[in-house]
């Protein structure tokens, strides 16, 4: 039995555009040579993407800022 979700591209909009993401703006601009390299280049993009890029989702502002207006 496969793992992955069946369907359609369009009935994971959020996931096929994170995909997407993650190819352009991280998986395409390195080589790595280790796993753990890999690993730590990843975290340290996903962190970036999860609180200091501007997210239209919340107005086009950064996590941080958001958290310092609601403060």
Do not use: H
């Not at 996931?15 to 601009?29: A, D, F, K, P």
């Not at 890029?53 to 502002?61: A, D, F, Q, V």
């Amino acid at each position: 039995m496969c793992c992955r979700a069946t369907g359609k591209p369009q009935q994971n909009a959020y996931i096929e555009r994170y995909n997407r993401t993650v190819r352009g703006e991280w998986l395409s601009q390195y080589i790595f040579e280790t796993i753990e390299e890999a690993q730590d280049q990843a975290t340290k993009w996903l962190w970036t993407y999860n609180n200091e890029r501007p997210n239209m989702g919340i107005g086009g502002i950064t996590p941080a800022m958001k958290l310092k207006t609601a403060a």
